[in-house]
């Protein structure tokens, strides 16, 4: 008897929620038996985000462990008001892993049907003991307010999905100094398109920095560099050519002017392109003058010996 009561006593203490639900946390979980295949889902969760979807944000994460593979992860679900009916798959913020051969074996796809939007777990890998069920555990927070959970059960196997869902319309990082009355500064802006900017509330590209860059090592790739200059069939202006289009255009030929890159920038690999193919232009430009100046000097050698010659054989015939 007393030992049923201490039992009680713990219990009451220490509770243990293994699964179930609060207002703001899902817990459960869902089995993948031996033989599931890359593409085999789970639809487990429907949700009723408040405000019309306005207010869908939720973190998902799962755990899963079968013989060699231990591995979780966390993604990030942006469910808004009137979305489309698609399966696209959940973006991934926090990856714990520890498999083999070192691909995540599972991922969260979202439907974001409006009224009825739901979460599925979905196979993309087939990794571990392929002889065991592999069970994969499941925690959902809702961010904002979540006004029901709904429990799945549906399977099946889609092999469709290409596209990621948004985890946001856009996103800042402000910094500062929260001790001082100054505004914060912003750091980082990523918009809906993609394009992040540093410094920059308009980023215009796919990285836009208002302000200098310091790095120990910069990799730009480019296309079509410009050793087609010394092909044989490669035509190569000639410099009264050149002088004329500068005289003209006060530039070089190929090269932007002042008041283009003024305006647009520049491409590091498209000018460096540009660049090395004035420098192979310019070295075939020396080349020729090189050899002009050879064969000048050739002829200046040759007339001086004739010249030479000449004296000698005025000398001899005044001699006689």
């Known amino acids: 008897m007393k ?15 293994l699964f179930g639900q609060t207002a703001d946390f899902y817990t459960g979980s869902v089995t993948f038996p031996a033989n599931f295949q890359v593409g085999d889902y789970v639809e487990f969760l429907q949700v009723a985000p408040v405000s019309a979807n306005a207010g869908g944000y939720y973190e998902i994460s799962i755990a899963y462990t079968r013989g060699n593979v231990a591995a979780a992860a966390t993604h990030l679900a942006s469910i808004s008001h009137y ?19 070192g691909n995540a074996t599972f991922t969260i796809d979202c439907n974001t049907q409006y009224g009825v939007p739901r979460f599925r777990v979905r196979a993309i890998n087939n990794s ?25 059960n549906a399977s099946g196997n889609d092999l469709t999905v290409t596209k990621f869902l948004p985890m946001t319309n856009d996103w800042n990082l402000y910094v500062g100094n929260p001790y001082t009355a100054d505004g914060a500064n912003l750091a980082i802006r990523a918009i809906d398109n993609g394009n992040v900017g540093i410094g920059t509330a308009t980023p215009r590209e796919k ?56 305006k647009d920038g520049i491409d590091l690999g498209d000018m460096n392109a540009r660049l090395l193919k004035k420098i192979e232009e310019l070295t075939l430009y020396l080349i020729q003058s090189s050899k002009d100046i ?18 000698n054989e005025l000398e001899l015939f005044r001699k006689k």
């Open 3 to 17: 030992l049923i009561l201490k039992v009680a006593l713990i219990a009451i203490l220490f509770p243990i929620q």
């Open 83 to 101: 979305n489309p009916a698609l399966w696209r798959e959940v973006g991934r913020i926090n990856n714990n892993g520890y498999m083999s051969p």
């Open 128 to 152: 571990g003991v392929a002889t065991q069920d592999m069970f994969v555990y499941i925690k959902v927070r809702s961010v904002n307010v979540n006004t029901n959970w709904i429990p799945l």
């Open 207 to 262: 990285l836009s920095v208002n302000g200098r860059i310091r790095a120990q090592e910069v990799k730009v790739e480019t296309a079509n560099w410009p050793d087609y200059v010394f092909d044989p069939s490669h035509k190569l202006d000639g410099l009264a050519a050149v002088e004329k289009f500068i005289g003209k255009n006060g530039h070089l030929p190929g090269i932007p002017s002042a008041e283009v890159v003024e």
């Open 294 to 311: 050879d064969g000048m000097k050739a002829r200046s050698d040759r007339q001086s010996k004739e010249i030479e010659d000449l004296r």
